[in-house]
């Protein structure tokens, strides 16, 4: 009769401090495979580049986000958070006044140079790496699962594969893909090889993208491209439209160029489709209607 | 009266002591200001109880801007002290590293030690040196005749070199795919955010026997003043004088640009100013250009990093914008 | 007697040129010697030379009786001192700056003025007559003040031997008896050997207790000033017609240029 009372109560008792103990830390891969020790429950994050701010509103999980870099605009809401530099050039002292348990940075876009600072400083960096459509998914996942928001971050995830697979479905009744050119620098003219985003929206939405290749941003001439003879050109444009109209008129002069031709130069917001945040969707579905409006004639 | 032994020395110190305190001065700013508002006394507080709890202003205070102001002060006293040497040297008045082209070899070494992805410690303090020696090389070989301290047959070559290793450097840019590059082109204008406190302490013990070298020289400086021929006679063997002058005066300015990249006209402007102040014996300008350079640079940092709404501006565009029009009322004020 | 310098097969080539060809002569101690001749003889090479300045390629130079390779730098500037035409423009220093830089061969590193070093730059700036411009600078004084401020400068060298290029070129008459004077004084109270280049043939007679005539790299003559200015010797040297008599103060001689009109 007495051991089992002292049992239950050395279990009550032992449940009872598990709940009082101070927030206990975490170990986690990044998806750089390294192991990364960090609070169970972070409660001050600065995320290091404006995707991961995207990221983290979509997750629900802004309350934990104190920090952000400078052109994170979106979404709308992230305009209240303190800035710590731009994610090329971080504000070593705005992150440390901020005081983060946690740190999430981006794989070729922070300078490696600032994350081992960061680190030295004892506050714990977990890099993401999105380089297609699928490790994005990933990434979101894993920074749900680091946030104790994994049902959001499945959720969110399962409805960006059901668009994908909507977007699949139409683009296989094509019947030819036309050759596209994304222009996503205006002087130099800079499109996007193989290796990126943008290449794998072209062809995800039907389309062929003649800058592929293995150098991820190559230059072009206009000669170029005018020999490489896409049938749409979209110029992604961080500028005001004056930039953007300037630009159509330039090519427009082409007369050769069936984009031209057929009057196929289109913008779009580069923020939506140069970064790895759940936007991209609305990229690919962007993207398919402006290379494939046939599709849409019927309804989606 | 001339100067004897005593008032010599004690002169000495009176000028290192007042620059030592503006110095200092700057120093404290430097420590106080910034991003975070913390005012002298709690940034001093935090400076002196090591192992403190309040970790965020410890952090900030010992990590980012101790090693920068830090930094600044190494860079601004070996810059200086680069422009007074080349001056001396070739006993010209616009004479400093940045303009010889001498800085813009070290660039070209330090970016080829980046894209090689070297660490700054000892590989692109390395590059760093090899790229100013070459520009140093190229420079004498360009302007030789004879005699290497022809003065306007080296200003000229050091003005094409310059313009030479700006090329260079702009194509390397312009081929760099890397997401390295806007850190470059930041670097290449003064960056002097980079290091932590080792590698700050590390670059100090390699600077300051450097800096005790050409001290120990200051006297045959002031020799040289007279002539190539003239210095020859009083003994000082000048080859070698020039030559060791040349290479550690090179090898301090290679190892602040891998470090802080391109600063320019603290070597012009330091000199000259304390030469209208100081007289022009070496052996008091010696210091004072290394106390003087370093607080100057010191407040032009700080400027850099206030004067902005968001973000910074680079230190070497700070020192440009005051150091360009302070250096054409310096040659106004020393043609009268 | 002892010499101050002993040279010996001397030649000189800048590029493919014999600046100076097979030279020998011997300078005795304590003596004044000149070297005269017309432009591009090949003078100031020669005291170059012999200072130091410029290396021997053939034939050797003995400085107060060995040769001068022998000798450091530093101690080559303790026992012989040269006083060149004037300084670099922008020269930055004091005149009193300028004759202590003169101690530098007896001097530390640091050149850190020692009570001793004072006085002696003290009483050459007395010799030479300059103390009361002790605090001006350098390039506001006159060319004969400046002068004389190189050769005290030479001075605390406390040379055995002291070099001169051209001293009283561009200076006006009083000026150039002085410079003169003062060497002469150098040469008799401290027992200085000294050598000088000069353009004056005339000054070189009165000072001189050795000339050296040279023309195109090669020794024309040496002797006493009676012994080398010949008219005959020197017409042909300089190419030029002249007239040499005794001057009225003395024995010595007197050259005097012979305008074309005068010629009959």
Partial sequence: MIPRITTILTSVIIVLLAGALPLVAKTAMDQLGREIQMPDDPQRIVALAPSITEIIFALGQQDRLKGITQYSNYPAEAAKLPRVGSYVRLDLERIVALNPDLCIAIKDGNPKETIERLQSLNIPVFAVNPRNLATMMQTIRRVGEILNASAKAKTLVEDMRSRMQRVDALVARIDHRPRVFIQIGISPIISAGTNTFVHELIIRAGGINVASGSRAYPHFSREKVLALAPDVLIITSMSRSGAFEKAKTDWSRLSDMPAVRHQRIYTVNSDVFDRPSPRLLDALEILTRLLHPELFKDGP | ?336 | MKSAFAVENLSYVYGSQYVLQNLSFAVPQGEMFIVIGPNGAGKTTLIKLMVGIIKTQTGQIEILQAPIGNYSQKRLAQLSAYVPQGLPVGFPFTVEETVLLGRAPHQKVLGLASQNDLEIAQQAMMFTEIGHLARRKLDQLSGGEQQRVLIARAICQQPQVILLDEPTASLDLSHQIRIMDLMEKLKTEKGVTVVMVSHDVNLAAMYGDQLLLLKAGKIVCMGSPPEVLNFKTLEETYNCKLLVDNSPLGNLPRVTLVPRKFLK
């Avoid at chain 2, 047959?153 to 840019?173: E, H, K």
């Fill in chain 2, 1 to 336: 009266m001339i100067l004897n032994l005593k008032h010599h020395i004690t002169r000495l110190i009176w000028i290192s002591l007042v620059l030592l305190v503006f110095l200092l001065i700057a120093f404290s700013l430097g420590l106080s200001i910034g991003p975070t508002q913390s005012g002298m006394r709690s940034a001093f507080s935090a400076l002196f109880s090591i192992g403190d709890s309040d970790s965020v202003l410890h952090s900030i205070i010992w990590r980012i801007r101790l090693p920068r102001v830090l930094l600044a002060t190494i860079v601004g006293a070996t810059l200086s002290l680069g422009g007074l040497v080349f001056q001396a040297l070739l006993r010209n008045p616009l004479a400093e590293p940045f303009i010889l082209g001498i800085s813009g070899g070290s660039a070209i070494g330090a970016i080829i030690g980046i894209l090689l992805g070297l660490s700054r410690f000892p590989g692109i303090c390395f590059t760093s040196f090899l790229g100013s020696l070459g520009t140093l090389a190229l420079i004498l070989i360009m302007s030789t005749g004879k005699s290497i301290l022809r003065k306007d047959a080296l200003l000229l070559s050091g003005v094409m070199v310059n313009a030479f290793c700006s090329a260079i450097i702009m194509f390397l840019v312009s081929i760099t795919q890397d997401a390295r590059l806007h850190n470059i082109i930041f670097w290449l204008m003064g960056d002097l955010s980079a290091p932590d406190l080792p590698e700050v302490a590390t670059l100090g013990a390699i600077l300051i026997p450097c800096f005790i070298l050409v001290f120990v020289f200051s006297h045959a400086m002031n020799i040289l003043m007279m002539g190539k021929d003239m210095a020859l006679t009083m003994g000082i063997n000048i080859k070698a004088v020039t030559l060791i002058l040349l290479i550690v005066t090179s090898f301090m300015v290679s190892a602040t640009v891998s470090f802080s990249g391109l600063i320019g006209f603290v070597g012009l402007v330091i000199p000259h100013l304390l030469r209208l102040v100081l007289g022009p014996d070496h052996r008091f300008l010696v210091p004072a250009c290394l106390f003087g350079g370093a607080a100057y640079l010191v407040l032009c940092d700080l400027l850099a990093r206030t004067l902005p709404q968001q973000g910074e501006m680079p230190a070497g565009v700070i020192t440009a914008l005051i150091g360009a029009p302070l250096f054409i009322i310096l040659l106004k004020k020393s043609r009268k």
